[in-house]
């Protein structure tokens, strides 16, 4: 599988490499640009500031995370229900928050 969808919480594209992230202390490993793929809810603003889009397994427009998206004009696609599997950190990925939609490249 190399696409998956979601729910657009925040439109916008982007073109990256992903970092999946399973645990609180990895969010630290986000390099600047990244696309942020979790099943986590990151509260650091600085965390969402560094990425270059936020895809969520879980979650819903209305959520501290989409909102924050929206505030930081950052795609964000949420409530894709596995996007921590199909994707691994180091994927060339496009994430299209108009469609909802997340391609690997």
């Known amino acids: 599988m190399n696409k ?17 992230v399973l645990d609180q202390n990895e ?3 986000l390099k600047q640009g990244e696309i942020l ?9 600085l965390v969402l500031k560094k990425s270059g889009a936020i895809v969520t397994d879980e979650g819903g427009i209305t959520s501290h995370l989409a909102k924050a998206a ?15 599997q199909v994707f691994k950190t180091g ?5 299209d928050a108009e469609k909802g939609i997340i391609t690997k490249l």
């Open 4 to 20: 998956i969808s979601g729910v657009v919480a925040s439109s916008g594209k982007a073109k990256g490499t992903a970092r999946i």
């Open 27 to 29: 969010f630290e490993n």
């Open 37 to 45: 793929i979790t099943n986590l809810k990151p509260d650091h603003v």
């Open 70 to 84: 929206r505030e930081l004009k950052k795609p964000c696609i949420v409530n894709t229900g596995n996007g921590t």
């Open 91 to 95: 994927d060339a990925i496009e994430v």
